[in-house]
């Protein structure tokens, strides 16, 4: 079989493979720009940057990072154009040997803060995190004294963050440097959790005032060790959904909400069709029965009263008088409620799509039946009930998916489903677009997936037709 393809679809593929190539082109070319820094700075320009940064970077409490600061000086020598929308700073710099001075006097410096808490705590004397901050870098400042000095190259990297406006870029180690070993000294002693005081051990990780007191001695504002974004739009684009992504659903494990809200929803949904399935097909027996033969009038006043009611009325009203008219003085779950809420609901419309399919059904098979010796429940069963059920089938898998929609109100009476658990993480991360978006296209998955095996019922059902 030889495959053939027109002129004029030849043209539109060639067109559409050009388009694409001039966009990957043109997408490329874009971030390869973007990579470029607009202007350069010289020594001097470089220099003040740096000197800013660095005098912003001690908080006014944080006594102990200001001395550091204090004793160290990084110059720049040479400025270098990167390839990262960056200058490169080759810079000289000198401190004294923080990292080692408080390093061989760490577990005396706890001690003797630990002590003056005690003492103060003994006196009756508040002791917060301010005064324990104070206490260490009394203490500090003597080892500090007995400092050696320090020197040695750094490269630094200022990133053009807008046009013309430069960023320094500061990681861990380049402060470590510049500093004489701050960010190890303060890791390290933020990191003890016993000390001996007299030779018995004391357990400190649980003294939150002292360890916030030490976190204060030491502490960095306005300093960011993440390396800026600065690539293209698309490149930029994509960073911050990862970073928002990232934020939303896999710090603190936060996608659980989700899946743990997923299994809430389909279990509410199959709970409620179960019911909703039984419901319908005994309401629309009852009720096509009395349109046959004129018996059970009176339950078919009740039924009728029932559909209009649950037909009527809103499912979310229906749901909160459910809830909190009905079942929450009686001691009942919201879980349970949510179920028979929505289970009554589809009740009433697979009542009236059963008992559409049930008169559909031609009113010779019941006489055949009865010609056959069977009366009339025995003929509703295994004649009239299945062509029935069969006719009505894909309208009630329909049904069923429409329910699995409506089950996101649940979360009005609190029940944990996928609706709350994007609300949830909303709540957290204050951030709107993701977790709803997340909610709905979960939401759009299901319903892709039931509607697909929907249609494979039906052209199932197609095929027996003939």
């Known amino acids: ?53 660095f005098s912003s970077l001690a908080k006014p409490t944080a006594i102990g990072a200001k001395k550091a600061f204090e004793n160290s000086k990084v110059t720049v020598k040479t400025v270098e154009v990167g390839d990262e929308k960056n200058l490169i700073l080759n810079c ?27 003492q103060n705590e003994a006196a009756g004397i508040s002791t917060n995190a301010t005064r324990i901050s104070i206490d260490i ?25 807008k046009e013309g406006e430069f960023s320094l870029y500061l990681a861990d180690d380049a402060i470590d440097k510049c500093t004489g070993g701050l960010i190890t000294v303060a890791k390290e002693i ?63 494990a936060q996608w659980k909400y989700l899946t743990d809200g997923l299994m809430t929803t389909l279990s509410i949904s199959g709970l409620a069709a179960l019911i909703g399935t039984v419901i319908g097909f005994f309401v629309a027996i009852i009720r096509c029965t009395y349109q046959t033969t004129g018996k059970l009038k009176l339950l078919d006043s009740i039924f009728s009263l029932y559909l209009t009611i649950m ?19 009686a001691g009942v779950d919201k879980f349970p409620a949510a179920v028979l809420c929505f289970g009554l609901n589809s009740g009433a419309y697979v009542a009236e799509i059963v008992r559409g399919g049930i008169m559909a059904v031609d009113r010779g098979q ?32 329909n049904e069923f998916i429409t329910l699995l929609k409506e089950s996101s109100v649940a979360f009005y009476i609190g029940v944990a489903d996928l609706t709350q658990g994007g609300l949830k993480i909303r709540s957290i991360t204050y951030s709107n677009f993701m ?23 039906e052209r199932r059902l197609r095929k027996s037709d003939h």
């Not at 030779?199 to 649980?206: K, L, Q, T, Y």
């Not at 360890?211 to 001695?217: E, L, M, Y």
């Not at 056959?372 to 898998?397: R, W």
């Open 1 to 53: 079989m030889k495959f053939k393809i027109s002129k004029r679809s030849l043209i539109s593929l060639i067109v559409a493979v050009v388009i694409i190539i001039a966009a990957v082109a043109g997408i490329i070319i874009t971030e390869s720009i973007s990579k470029t820094v607009s202007k350069e700075l010289s020594v001097k320009q470089c220099q003040q940057i740096v000197d800013q940064t």
């Open 137 to 161: 870098a009394e203490q500090l400042n003597i080892y500090l004294e007995e400092a050696k000095a320090v020197s040695g190259n750094v490269i630094l990297n200022l990133y053009e963050i």
């Open 366 to 397: 019941i006489e055949a039946g009865r010609s056959l010796g069977f009366n009339y429940p025995s003929t509703m069963f295994h004649i009239v009930v299945p062509q029935a059920f069969k006719a009505v089938l894909p309208a009630l898998a």
């Open 190 to 252: 933020n990191n003890v959790k016993s000390i001996t005081v007299d030779g018995s051990s004391v357990d400190i990780s649980n003294m939150n005032t002292l360890r916030t007191g030490i976190k204060q001695c030491m502490a960095l504002k306005n300093y960011d060790n993440n390396k800026p974004n600065i690539g293209g739009p698309i490149s930029k684009w994509w960073a911050d959904f990862c970073d928002e992504f990232d934020r939303n659903f896999i710090q603190k």
């Open 311 to 329: 037909r009527g009325t809103p499912v979310m009203v229906q749901l909160l008088i459910i809830y909190f008219v009905f079942l929450l003085p």
């Open 92 to 118: 000289e710099y000198s401190a004294v040997d923080v990292g080692s001075a408080i390093a061989s006097h760490k577990d005396e410096l706890l001690v003797t803060v630990y002590k003056k808490y005690l």
């Open 435 to 457: 977790p709803l978006i997340a909610v709905a296209l979960i939401y759009l998955v299901i319903v892709i997936i039931l509607t697909k095996l929907v249609g494979i019922l």
